[in-house]
């Protein structure tokens, strides 16, 4: 790779590294609120490997930049302000309801999938060695939130009801999934990671089909979809500050 | 409103291919397919193991040592003349042993099918015995072994004693006002 692909590399890196790392703070407010035990542990347990594919995701970035891998995570999350910060506003929405955050972790893990079948070909032999390990997980994630779409949709006229208010809010949002990420024009040339614009039309068409067989409309509105990685919702600082209370409480304390 | 509380399964975990499967615990879940995802979250967090069974707890037949002693249903089960169907036999041999697979048979009822597990394995006394039906056993699949078992194998666990997160937010507490803005 030369100079601006490194440079490319390393910025698209950190923005799927923010991705993961606000979903998996989203998923976390579930931790000991969820609505059976067994959800409970499992919601935690995927926040957590969120939380951990995106400190993979940074460190890989840090080599790229040649900067310390083994600070760089923490520097990411807990110093850096809010603006600098390249999730998709899809991962900053609040958790909402049970339907909410389960279809936003299964329009997620969905995408997801698509992308790191291609990353696990990368010409970059570090981050496909990174993508086959997350995908291990990814596809345990996947079996588990999808399992959820139909049990919800099909369930009770309430669980009916919260999952299309939840996509109806969701869907939206979710268009943005499959806008290019910083450096992913250049990089997509090299055989370094896949555009996401082709993967964007495999995912529509696999979760439009699994809404419609748990009975969910999938006819939506033309909406303005806020594609910009730079733009953060109306939620995003009271997250950041939440999320990085206490670390600036006193940021050279050894944990 | 309904009820909220889902259906009890019995979660079975074999530790290698060839090893008998052993009780877990429970984990409560909608239905068995959910109760399988619900036992790899519950249960294989820090794995040990290749695959999974489920089985709703109702389908589980037990009887135990007292019971046993004392069988008024010994003499029906001879009789027995219900379809033969296969069963898995386990066995709690210890207070402190998890509940072991012994080996399977085929009866006409549950209590035909402890007494033939009696007679086959000629195991004296287990605190109980547990016998449930082949077909009411949803198994994880050698695909699933490596989402449900491998992608844990890897990681490296710390204890929470190592995060020292009570004493620092102590010290941090009754640093003098003076330090901080």
């Known amino acids: ?255 | 409103m309904i009820d909220t509380q889902w259906p009890r399964f019995m979660v079975f975990e074999q530790a290698a291919e060839g090893e008998p499967f052993l009780h877990n615990g429970t984990v409560h879940a909608p239905d068995a397919e959910m109760a399988l995802l619900n036992a790899r979250d519950v249960f294989a967090r820090r794995p040990d193991g290749v695959a999974f069974w489920v089985v709703p707890a109702e389908a589980i037949f037990t009887r135990t040592r007292e019971e046993l002693a004392n069988w008024v249903e010994k003499t029906e089960a001879n009789q027995s003349i219900g379809r033969l169907i296969d069963y898995y036999v386990f066995g709690k041999f210890e207070q402190q042993a998890q509940c072991r697979q012994v080996g399977e048979v085929s009866a006409g009822s549950p209590t035909a099918a402890v007494q033939s597990a009696i007679q086959k394995y000629g195991i004296a006394d287990p605190l109980w015995w547990w016998v449930l039906p082949k077909d009411a056993v949803l198994s994880s699949t050698p695909q699933d072994s490596d989402p449900m078992f491998a992608a844990a194998r890897e990681k490296t666990f710390k204890d929470q004693a190592e995060y020292p997160v009570v004493t620092l937010m102590r010290e941090l507490r009754s640093k003098p006002k003076a330090d901080s803005k």
């Open chain 1, 1 to 255: 790779m030369n100079e601006t692909q490194t440079k490319a590399l390393a910025a698209y890196l950190v923005a799927l590294a923010d991705d993961e790392l606000i979903l998996g703070h989203r998923d976390s407010e579930w931790t000991g609120h969820a609505p059976i035990l067994e959800e409970d542990i499992a919601f935690a347990n995927l926040a957590l490997d969120e939380i951990g594919h995106a400190r993979l995701w940074y460190e890989l970035a840090a080599d790229l930049m040649g900067v310390e891998r083994a600070r760089f995570p923490d520097r990411q999350v807990y110093f850096r302000p809010a603006a600098d910060f390249r999730c998709l506003q899809f991962v900053e929405l609040p958790k909402g309801d049970w339907a909410f955050s389960m279809l936003r972790q299964y329009l997620f893990d969905a995408f997801e999938q698509h992308r790191l079948a291609r990353l696990v070909k990368s010409e970059y032999q570090p981050l496909a060695d990174v993508a086959a390990r997350i995908r291990t997980e990814e596809i345990y994630h996947l079996r588990h939130t999808r399992a959820w779409v139909p049990r919800l949709g099909l369930g009770t006229e309430e669980s009916r009801a919260r999952m299309q208010a939840a996509l109806d809010e969701l869907w939206p949002y979710a268009q943005a999934l499959g806008a290019p990420l910083p450096g992913e024009l250049e990089l997509e040339e090299e055989g370094l990671v896949p555009g996401g614009g082709s993967l964007f039309a495999v995912w529509s068409a696999e979760v439009t089909s699994l809404l419609k067989e748990a009975s969910a409309s999938t006819s939506f509105a033309d909406n303005e979809v806020e594609a910009d990685r730079a733009v953060h919702s109306e939620y995003f600082p009271a997250l950041i500050a939440d999320l990085q209370e206490v670390a600036q409480l006193d940021p050279a304390a050894q944990w």
